[in-house]
């Protein structure tokens, strides 16, 4: 082979490397498939897990003075009748109420504790956060069969200048541990009313909206 057809080969695998380095590094984000308006079959989420600023309601059977109402602290953590800083983020009610029973249990026997989650925020990792070109970004609880137009009705959908169709949905993949970009066409949705646009939302997710260039 000559130097004309060596420079080709050698051309030929620089571009095919480049290539292949894009795809690597996850250049495009990926589609996710399209969600019904209305779920055709409700569906439990995941087990709520207590968040900071979490409203508790906590009951304890026949023990009146131990019972009380109380907000997670920032920290994590709750304090309520003869149980200083007990953590609470991190827990689902039903693991709160088993080591509240045994925190009570050196005070009174077999205590029966129960927990109720009354006004619930959530962890990070329970929540939906929209922002960018929104009316109002928040950060919203997740809940069971929610969907891209469940949380853009809540936040009040798009601002005047915002690239709807060019949203990204940042999803943790926990399988892989890393993170996942996807398009979602908030436009086609919310405007067009285009069905296939609408899509299942998970705990964790991120909604990032960009302003249109002009």
Sequence with gaps: MGFSGSFKGLALISVGA????????????????P???VATQEQPGEEYVIGPLDQLNIFVWRN??????VQVRPDGRITTPLISDMPAVG???????DDMKIALGEYIKDPIVSVIVENFSGTF???VRIVGATEKPASIPYRANMTLLDAMIAVGGLSEYAAGNRAKLVRYDRNTGKQVE??????SLLKNGD??????LE??????????MF
């Design 203 to 212: 705990p964790g997710d991120v909604i990032i909206i960009p302003e249109s």
């Design 91 to 97: 827990k689902t009610p039903a693991m709160l109420a």
């Design 125 to 127: 990792s329970q929540q």
């Design 64 to 69: 009146p003075e131990l019972s009380a109402k």
């Design 195 to 200: 069905s296939s646009a609408n899509v299942r």
């Design 35 to 37: 969600a019904a308006f």
């Design 182 to 187: 996807y398009n979602i066409k908030l436009s």
């Design 18 to 33: 480049l290539m292949l380095n894009g795809c690597a590094s996850g250049g495009g984000a990926g589609q996710l498939p």
